[in-house]
């Protein structure tokens, strides 16, 4: 993988296939190579306030997006997501950008992941 790209992988549970070992999941590959944490700063902050809110309001909601997600059942993910304003065009619109919130929770685990 090129400098400057994080790549995030949602794998479901390990299952046999025809025999074979089968690990279904997604993956999404983000460059943030332009990222800025400096001018970026405010908005990351805006969308820690937001999810905040989100989880703080919606728990139960927010756990079954997480586990339709975990299962493949994206549709539905995105439709629950959609009604407790778990979108990026929803946050945009309250003045976050949950990319940049995104970005700073990979740099955290990878720095936690660290030797």
Do not use: W
Request: aromatic share 6%.
């Amino acid at each position: 993988m090129p400098d400057g790209q994080i790549e995030i992988r949602l794998i479901r549970a390990q299952r046999i296939v025809a025999g074979l070992r089968n690990s279904p999941g997604i993956t999404q590959l983000f460059d943030i190579s332009e990222f800025n944490a400096a001018s970026s700063l405010p908005q990351v902050q805006r969308d820690f306030t937001l999810l905040a809110d989100i989880l703080g309001r919606y728990p139960r909601e927010t756990t079954e997006v997480i586990d339709c997600v975990l299962t493949g059942e994206m549709s539905r993910a995105q439709e629950l997501a959609s009604k407790i304003g778990l979108t990026e065009k929803e946050f945009q619109e309250r003045e976050g950008g949950l990319p940049f919130l995104l970005i700073v929770i990979c740099i955290g685990c990878l720095f936690l992941a660290h030797d």
